[in-house]
């Protein structure tokens, strides 16, 4: 969840490269049977907002509002869902968002 327009870019970014390594790690090592997910939550109640600073923290709940977040039991379910799927199948990237994230 980005607080600025420039730490935007790099949370973007950074996103971005976790799946391309994903990919590429399912696209070499998928020939010997090995399957890689890549599970991207969106926002998750937990308890880091309230270890941020006091303006950071105001910032990402204001930006939150009073949307309804995923809990971590829904992330735990994508979780099971693509580890028991048959061998046949691999479940390459996975994206959770609270349906109220735009």
Do not use: W
Request: hydrophobic letters at 40%; proline letters at 3%; aromatic letters at 4%.
């Amino acid at each position: 969840m980005c607080v600025k327009e420039s730490l935007c870019v790099v949370y973007s970014g950074t996103k971005h490269a976790a799946s391309a390594m994903a990919e590429s790690l399912r696209r070499e090592i998928g020939k010997d049977g090995i399957r890689v997910t890549c599970i991207e939550p969106g926002a998750v109640k937990t308890e880091f907002v309230s270890h941020m600073r006091a303006d950071v923290r105001q910032s990402v709940e204001q930006r939150l509002g009073d949307m309804v977040q995923l809990e971590s039991e829904d992330v735990a379910n994508a979780i099971l869902y693509a580890v028991t799927q048959p061998s046949r199948v691999n479940v390459n990237i996975l994206t959770l968002y609270p349906t109220q994230q735009a």
